[in-house]
């Protein structure tokens, strides 16, 4: 069975933290996404990578900064943590251009205090 | 730019009554579409997809039907159970693009 592994399934950081969420996938994809996940708003990509070394903003990348330095491996950085990111932070991964579908991660639910 | 709008929620219904989950989209070409399904403490998993015009999606007893010339893709079942209590979210992937577009997500209960 296809995996998206999330480092963390809950987090609390300070104001000022540059804090780091990992994510790795198992499939061999060449896409990985980062969304943000707040209720009434659904959920707003906010970096997505389509090969090692590759990324491109999304609707909301003011604030993060993304890193994939290996095929399986997409990182997801905020620089200075603000409450206001406060949020679900959902990973998912997809192979090529067919639409098999997107396999998620269980989501990390970051608190910053 | 491209956008997915779903009924407000949140829905709540007896078991056995059926469900319809409303989501008209905004996209330009043919898009293709999904509904995806996010029980409680997990992430989200797909639960159907149509890629082309009048397709339709069905799993679990769930269906929708790519419709163009309403630009919707409305959410389905005859008969709910309890274990359907979940948020639903409708996406769309423009031709071309890599990335989902969701709405805003439609939480559903069901009473026994």
């Known amino acids: 069975d296809v995996k998206v592994t999330q480092s963390s399934r809950y987090l609390v950081k300070r104001t000022g933290e540059k804090v780091f969420l990992e994510c790795v996938q198992d499939?061999?994809?060449?896409?990985m996404f980062w969304y943000r996940q707040d209720p009434g708003l659904g959920l707003r990509l906010i970096y997505f990578?389509?090969?090692?070394?590759?990324?491109e903003k999304g609707d909301i990348p003011e604030g993060y900064s993304v890193s994939r330095e290996k095929k399986e491996r997409f990182s997801l950085i905020l620089e200075s943590a603000s409450t206001n990111q406060t949020s679900m932070y959902l990973c998912?991964?997809?192979?090529?251009?067919?639409?098999?579908?997107?396999?998620f991660g269980s989501g990390t639910r970051l608190t910053v205090v | 730019g491209d956008s997915v709008t779903q009924m407000e929620g949140p829905v709540t219904l007896s078991e056995e009554a059926f469900l319809t989950i409303n989501c008209t989209y905004t996209?330009?070409?043919?898009?293709?579409l999904f509904w995806y399904v996010q029980y409680p403490g997990e992430g989200l998993q797909l639960l159907l997809k149509?890629?082309?015009?009048?397709d339709k999606g069905s799993n679990k007893g769930f269906e929708a039907t790519y419709r163009k010339e309403t630009t919707s893709f409305h959410l389905e079942k005859g008969s709910v159970q309890v274990s359907d209590s979940a948020v639903y979210f409708c996406?769309?992937?423009?031709?071309?693009?890599?990335?989902?577009?969701f709405g805003q997500g439609t939480r559903l209960t069901i009473n026994p």
């Open positions: 998912a991964s997809k192979v090529g251009v067919r639409d098999y579908g997107y396999t």
């Open positions: 499939m061999d994809h060449e896409n």
């Open positions: 990578s389509y090969d090692v070394k590759m990324k």
């Open positions: 996209a330009t070409g043919y898009p293709s």
């Open positions: 149509a890629t082309k015009a009048d």
């Open positions: 996406a769309l992937r423009s031709q071309g693009a890599q990335k989902l577009v």
